[in-house]
Each structure stands twice: as structure tokens, then as C-alpha cells.
């Protein structure tokens, strides 16, 4: 179930990624003025690349789409139709002001939503987003790029389900030359969206736990010091 003080907001058309940015952007400040719920925004971007804080101009191979900068952490990343965009603004002042914790947690609510879908889905230390497989089969089938300001969240994950694979040729993926981007359909399973976004709502609950449990214990260690 959702919980009232967030919006779940599911977009059924193609929405371009400047606009989403805007929206996000007005959003987020209006959660940290205390004007605004909480915001989960499920969305599909027209092709594009987005470049990251980190974003390096040598892994820019072949900008065949429109190149965006933004305020989120990481390099160069690739939206386009058939994955699974989620956008998070929440309020970590009442979740727990703690970046790391959050991303982990993020990890891991798309890892069981995967693994309903029977993808045995994991982190790699060291290497941003979801990963599958192993040795020659290993991919990412996942990226996680956040942006905190003013301890509100902003931007978050991007799902492969049935992507162009051969779009992600145009840039070196998270910076990470070494590696392969999969989907799920690559994996031979066939995913809706609203499959998976009812998938991702029915974790939402425990995700939302997992931060409240840990700001509880921080508020503990803030008591006994």
C-alpha cells in the first residue's frame, strides 16, 4: 500500500527529460518548504544521455541523441523507451539523513522487485547500479544516479526491461568500458510496466521501513551521546 504522504505518480507517455528535470527540481524544493508530499514518479524519457557530476567528455562516443547535463552524481547513463525510469524525491529529514544508507537501501528495494521476475539481481562493490550474472555473462541491468539538496532526494534509478541495447553504444555506460548492459528481455523475460510497477509498490513498504529503522537508530546513538 502506499503510504498517503506520498505521491505515486505513474506517466504514461514519453516524458522528455528536460521537463521531468524541471518538474523534479520544483518539486523537490517544495518538499523541503514543507508545501508538498513526497514524490515517487514512475516514467519512460525519449532517447537521451544524461551526463553526471563526474561525467568525463572522452566517454561521450557518439552523441546520436540529445546530451543533458545534470546535478546527479556519476557519469554518462542513456534513457530511452522501454526502461523503467524512477524518479525519487524524499525528504531525508525524516527518513534518516544519511546518503549511503538510502542508496543501499534503493539497491535493494530494485533487487527483490528483480528477483519477483526470477532475476538474480546483486550489487558489486566498487561499481555503481544492479548487476546479473557472472563471468563472461555478467551485465548491469541497472543504474542509480541521487542528488540530495537540502536533504530531499532528487533523480534515482533506471530500470532495463526492453531497451534498445545497441543505444547504450553511443556512450561508455557509468564509465565502465569493461562491462556489458543487459535488460531483461535479453534475459528472456518479458516485463510490462505496470507488472513491474506493481512490483516496485509492493516493496515500497519495507524500503520505506528499512529508512525509518535506521533513523531510529541514529536518533538512539543522538540520545545515549
Known sequence: MIPAD?????????????????????????VAAGDARELV???EHPPVYTGGTSADPAELIDPRFP???????GRYTYH???QRVGY????????????????????????????????EARTESGRVGIWTGH?????????????????VTLHGFAINLDPDLAHFGGIVPCGLADY????????????????FDAELARHLPDFLDALSAHE???EQLRISV
Open 6 to 30: 506520498i505521491e505515486w505518480r505513474v506517466s504514461t507517455e514519453q516524458v522528455p527529460y528536460a521537463e521531468s528535470l524541471a518538474a523534479m527540481e520544483a518539486r523537490a524544493a517544495a
Open 41 to 43: 514518479w514512475l516514467l
Open 67 to 73: 546530451v543533458v547535463q545534470t546535478g546527479r552524481g
Open 80 to 82: 530511452g523507451p522501454g
Open 88 to 119: 525519487l524525491v524524499l525528504d531525508l529529514n525524516r527518513r534518516g539523513r544519511d546518503v549511503r544508507c538510502f542508496i543501499h537501501e534503493l539497491e535493494h528495494w530494485l533487487i527483490a522487485t528483480l528477483g519477483d521476475f526470477e532475476i
Open 135 to 151: 563471468g563472461a555473462e555478467e551485465a548491469k541491468i541497472g543504474a542509480i544516479g541521487v542528488r540530495v539538496k537540502r536533504w
Open 180 to 195: 556489458a548492459v543487459t535488460s531483461a528481455a535479453a534475459l528472456g523475460k518479458t516485463i510490462s510496466f505496470e507488472a
Open 216 to 218: 531510529k537508530r541514529l
